[in-house]
């Protein structure tokens, strides 16, 4: 039964054997679209932390489709087990710092318009979500080690809380950032005159 504890199994249950194989087809036609894109319009520089965290989507869910079948401590499934993981994992970051990327590039284009200086969003956000995964990181690590003391998991369990909410407050800020600069440049507009 799915969700029971099974022994020797390095996912601790046995795992989904559909949903692995799902989005790794679906995080394979997105790598496909990626690359299209990329190749079409030279893009590989604006959108290329897109396409690589798609492709390391489809590869970590084509693993974990692996390890569903193969979820018995072993060497080799280990060996899976951890990539299909880290390629999984990676990529929710790399996404937002691409994300905040794009808006970067949005805001070159017209920069009398941006709410704040084009040149600066990449290093701000990157702090940011630096911070972030730095206090996720603590708190994954104090809370799920169980050698810690009750108030180390606690603590863990806090931090953990703490980057979710500022992790949403950075996303908040990315949102109106994109958000005010669209005002800006809807009372910028200048309409082209007809001769």
């Known amino acids: 039964m799915s969700g029971e504890p099974v022994l020797y199994s390095l996912y601790v249950y046995s795992p989904n054997k559909v949903a692995p194989a799902f989005f ?3 995080f394979g036609i997105s790598a496909a679209g990626h690359i299209w ?5 030279n893009a590989w520089r604006t959108i290329g932390l897109h396409l690589m965290c798609a492709v390391f989507y489809t590869v970590g869910y084509a693993l974990r489709e692996y390890g569903a ?8 499934n280990l060996n899976v ?6 390629m999984i994992y990676i990529c929710p970051p790399l996404l937002e710092l691409a994300n905040y990327h794009v808006l970067g590039r ?10 704040f200086p084009p040149h600066r969003i990449m ?4 702090a940011l979500v630096a911070i972030v995964e730095a206090l996720n990181g603590l708190g994954v690590a104090f809370t799920s080690n169980p050698s810690s003391s009750p108030s180390t998991q606690e603590l863990g369990s806090r931090l953990t809380k703490a ?5 949403l407050a950075v996303i908040t800020v990315c949102f109106i950032l994109a958000g005010v600069f669209y005002r800006n440049c809807i009372e910028n507009w200048l309409p082209q005159q007809k001769h």
Not at 37 to 41: A, P, S
Not at 123 to 126: A, D, E, N, P, T
Not at 163 to 167: D, G, W
């Open 24 to 26: 790794a087809v679906l």
């Open 123 to 126: 290093s701000l956000f990157g």
């Open 37 to 41: 894109q990329c190749i079409r319009y």
């Open 69 to 76: 079948f193969n979820y018995l401590y072993s060497p080799t």
């Open 81 to 86: 087990f951890i990539v299909s993981r880290l």
């Open 106 to 115: 949005v805001l070159y284009y017209i920069p009398h318009c941006a709410p």
């Open 163 to 167: 980057s979710l909410a500022f992790q």
